[in-house]
């Protein structure tokens, strides 16, 4: 029997050897620099479009003159845009000129419509006799001023100029000697339409206390009502509007507050002017307050044809002082030219 053994493994080459690793080899190494990049070629600008079509040598002459036509209507046409938005621009601001340099009231359509009040000229208080105090406001001392020139005077519709007025020395006024008494000029025959003024800087006259009789319809209870409270001084001033209202404004002047009280509780309850035959108390409680005047205010019964009572009458009471207002129209005489005379002439007077 053959005995199969198994071979042995053939012999292999013995593995070399490993070279020993360097030192230098476990020291850090620096990092390799960037790779510099090459440089980049400079750009390479770019004609413009109107130097490619002039420098196009493949254009015709016609091509070129074609687009030359066309630039020239370009700006034909920006030169006219210009010049419609200047005008535009000057239309708008001649515009907003019109509208805001005149008066709101000259702008047709924006204009308010009138109510009949009256355009004055600025009022001044008249200068007091050297020595002598003004009024206190309270109804309770005497007025030492010019009487004359305590009246309203004259409103531009009227004809009067917009001057205030002057005052001249008040030497012949009644205040002149120191009390109030009456004015030696005054003449027993005047007229109470003597004094009527043809404008607010004109002074207006003196006429006597009986002037104003004629102007009532019981002349005799006035009268009586003058002599017992003696009267000192009377003065008057007339005009008539536009519109045709007729004002008259009469002021009288007593030696004491008590003789004109008398004089004015008197005609505000018995008396009526001829111009206002049937009148009747009308209300006056939302008017602008003047302190140290009374105020009794009546109206026609007599209506216009625009409902405004034919006559208006006003009694102010102020210290030594009674004035009479008066205001006809057979149209009607407006509440607000009514109201804005009392208020003025209770001003001048408080």
Excluded at 67 to 74: F, L, S, T, V
Excluded at 96 to 115: F, H, M, N, Q, W
């Amino acid at each position: 029997m053959t005995d199969h053994a198994t071979p042995p493994p053939p012999a292999s080459d013995p593995l070399p050897p490993v070279p020993p690793v360097p030192a230098s080899a476990w020291a850090p190494q620096a990092p390799a620099a960037p790779p510099v990049p090459p440089p980049a070629a400079p750009p390479v600008a770019e004609p413009a479009i109107g130097a490619l079509e002039f420098t196009d040598p493949a254009q015709s002459p016609e091509a070129l003159a074609a687009q030359e036509a066309r630039r020239a209507r370009r700006r034909k046409a920006a030169v006219r845009w210009s010049c419609a938005a200047l005008v535009f621009a000057l239309a708008g601001t001649g515009t907003a000129l019109a509208v805001t340099a005149p008066e709101r009231t000259d702008i047709p359509g924006l204009a308010t419509a009138s109510d009949g009040r009256y355009t004055f000229p600025p009022l001044a208080l008249p200068p007091l006799p050297s020595g002598k105090a003004a009024p206190d406001g309270k109804g309770t001392s005497l007025h030492y001023a010019d009487l004359r020139h305590l009246l309203l005077p004259v409103p531009k519709e009227a004809g009067g100029s917009l001057t205030a007025p002057a005052f001249p020395a008040p030497t012949a006024s009644p205040a002149a000697s120191g009390s109030p008494t009456a004015p030696p000029t005054a003449s027993p025959t005047a007229s109470p339409t003597a004094a009527a003024s043809p404008g607010p800087a004109a002074v207006a006259d003196w006429v006597p206390c009986d002037a104003i009789l004629a102007e009532q319809q019981d002349p005799a209870k006035l009268s009586h009502l003058l002599l017992e409270n003696a009267c000192r001084a009377a003065t008057v001033r007339e005009w008539t509007a536009s519109d045709g209202t007729r004002t008259q404004i009469r002021l009288l002047r007593f030696g004491s507050t008590g003789e004109s009280w008398g004089t004015y509780n008197s005609l505000r309850a018995k008396s009526a002017p001829k111009a206002a035959p049937d009148t009747k108390s009308t209300s006056h409680e939302d008017w602008d307050t003047v302190d140290g005047v009374d105020l009794t205010a009546l109206e026609s019964t007599a209506n216009g044809p625009k409902g405004n009572p034919t006559a208006r009458v006003a009694y102010l009471s102020a210290a030594d002082i009674l004035a009479v207002i008066t205001m006809t129209n057979p149209d009607g005489v407006p509440t607000a030219p009514f109201r804005q005379v009392v208020t003025l002439q209770s001003d001048l007077l408080a």
